[in-house]
């Protein structure tokens, strides 16, 4: 069972357009919403988090829009740029303790951005 | 500056062999992970810990075992490798729920 759906799988962007990655959860015991970019021959880093009190958040050109009835959360790129061509994954986390510290990952998006 | 090490960038292995992938985390972090990636299948969880000597099995942990018996130190071990365990591992720690997850840089496995 996937909990978390990503989509799409891969998207080419040109330099100063607006990328859009979604993703869906099942789970409604995931409380926290992480988005990975990853860039080829390093691990996964934090880009930006959001938790479902709010509805969005920014970082730089990075929104994280949220929508909890829905169950889903996209990740929006403003101006595109060729540096912002990686591999990006959102993940979800549940609130409980004890040993439910894990991330669930999407299957992840390859973003190209062309100059 | 944090950081999680893993062992090996590279290893090749032959088939039947006992494989061990360390890793290493600076931050004092209570939970440490192992991840898979495969191309179009993402980061998928073999197994994690949440303490020295406390593990869970992750969604594929056919195959794989684990071992803390420090805190910083989580090693995935494949007790006879196989030709469809080649993939890039990831190792991850993280302290607590609604923190950030620090990856290392991977290891990618060959079994030949």
């Known amino acids: 069972q996937q909990q978390v759906k990503q989509s799409p799988q891969s998207l080419i962007v040109q330099k100063g357009g607006i990328s859009i990655i979604n993703c869906a959860y099942e789970?409604?015991?995931?409380?926290?919403f992480p988005w990975y970019q990853q860039f080829p021959g390093k691990g996964p880093a934090l880009l930006i988090a959001i938790r479902p009190d709010v509805s969005e958040k920014k970082e730089g050109r990075f929104t994280i829009s949220f929508n909890k009835s829905a169950k889903q959360f996209s990740l929006h790129i403003m101006d595109s740029q060729p540096g912002d061509s990686a591999t990006y994954f959102c993940?979800?986390?549940?609130?409980?303790?004890?040993?439910?510290?894990?991330?669930?990952f999407g299957k992840g998006t390859l973003l190209t951005v062309n100059p | 500056d944090v950081k999680v090490t893993q062992s090996s960038r590279y290893l090749v292995k032959r088939t039947g062999e006992k494989v061990f992938l360390e890793c290493v985390q600076d931050m004092d972090h209570e939970n440490m992970f192992w991840y898979r990636q495969d191309p179009g299948l993402g980061l998928r969880l073999i197994y994690f810990s949440y303490d020295v000597k406390m593990k869970e099995k992750g969604d594929i942990p056919e195959g794989y075992s684990v071992s803390r018996e420090k805190k910083e130190r989580f090693s995935l071990i494949l007790e006879s490798a196989s030709t469809n365990q080649t993939s890039m591992y990831l190792c991850a720690s993280r302290t607590g729920w609604g923190t950030e997850a620090f990856f290392g840089q991977g290891t990618r496995l060959t079994v030949v």
């Open positions: 993940a979800a986390s549940p609130y409980s303790g004890g040993s439910n510290y894990k991330l669930t």
């Open positions: 789970n409604t015991a995931f409380d926290y």
